[in-house]
């Protein structure tokens, strides 16, 4: 199957500062990205679905100033916490899907397991 | 509007027993279901995936799948657990109202004994 890479896998960061998330799909043309974030034992939540050259679009609740969502190849999405605090602190993961019907499958990255002290 | 429901937040079986895991949706149109496994810290892989051609969906790993309109479930299968099925399983579900983004239900964790 297609690969998504995600990095970094881990990352722990001061109250305060900003992550960058890096999703890759290596061996297709992700035309959509999708951001979930999953809380310990808990499901995924969709954040945003981003498709290339486009805005993000945003799922009721999520704070699109806060959670910055860039999508500007077909290849790389990335996902900025900005002035992160201990209430981010998550797992995050993308999925990136190439343009076709809803059969279409798609690739979840490994995720970013995000820790803010 | 769309949605999954797993029914049962964990579920153990002896190893050899038969794996079955529940699945009800929710969808004001035709839905595309999904069932995905999850180990420990890592992304998410797809078992199987619903499409219209066949209402009995067969995966990887020796899982399978029943669409059942009727009864608004796609419950998961598998004839017998083995030791390395222990993960979590989402399912998940879909339509063209949603932008294809997936819509994933709580998860059940599943457990295997010896």
């Known amino acids: 199957g297609a690969v998504v890479s995600q990095h970094p896998s881990r990352v722990i960061c001061k109250s305060g500062t900003s992550v960058k998330i890096e999703c890759r799909s290596l061996?297709?043309?992700?035309?959509?990205m999708f951001w979930y974030r999953q809380f310990p034992k808990q499901s995924l939540m969709l954040m945003a679905t981003?498709?290339?050259?486009?805005?993000?679009?945003?799922e009721q609740g999520v704070e699109k100033d806060k959670f910055l969502i860039n999508h500007a190849s077909l290849t790389l999405s990335t996902l900025t916490v900005t002035s992160a605090h201990p209430e981010d602190s998550s797992f995050y993961i993308c999925?990136?899907?190439?343009?076709?019907?809803?059969?279409?499958?798609?690739?979840f990255g490994q995720g970013t397991r995000l820790t803010v002290v | 509007a769309q949605s999954v429901t797993q029914l049962g937040s964990h579920v153990s079986v002896s190893e050899g027993a038969l794996v079955l895991l529940r699945c009800n949706y929710s969808?004001?149109?035709?839905?595309?279901l999904f069932w995905y496994v999850q180990y420990p810290n890592q992304g998410l892989q797809l078992l199987l995936k619903?499409?219209?051609?066949?209402?009995l969906v067969k995966g990887i790993n020796g899982f399978e799948a029943e669409f059942k309109k009727s009864e608004t479930s796609f419950h998961l299968t598998k004839p017998s657990a083995h030791m390395s099925d222990a993960a979590e399983y989402f399912c998940?579900?879909?339509?063209?109202?949603?932008?294809?983004?997936?819509?994933f239900g709580k998860g059940t964790s599943l457990l295997v004994t010896p």
């Open positions: 999925s990136a899907r190439s343009h076709g019907g809803p059969y279409t499958e798609a690739f």
């Open positions: 061996d297709f043309q992700a035309t959509t």
């Open positions: 981003s498709n290339e050259g486009s805005k993000a679009t945003y």
């Open positions: 969808s004001s149109v035709p839905p595309y």
């Open positions: 619903y499409t219209s051609a066949a209402t």
């Open positions: 998940a579900v879909t339509n063209s109202n949603s932008g294809y983004a997936l819509n």
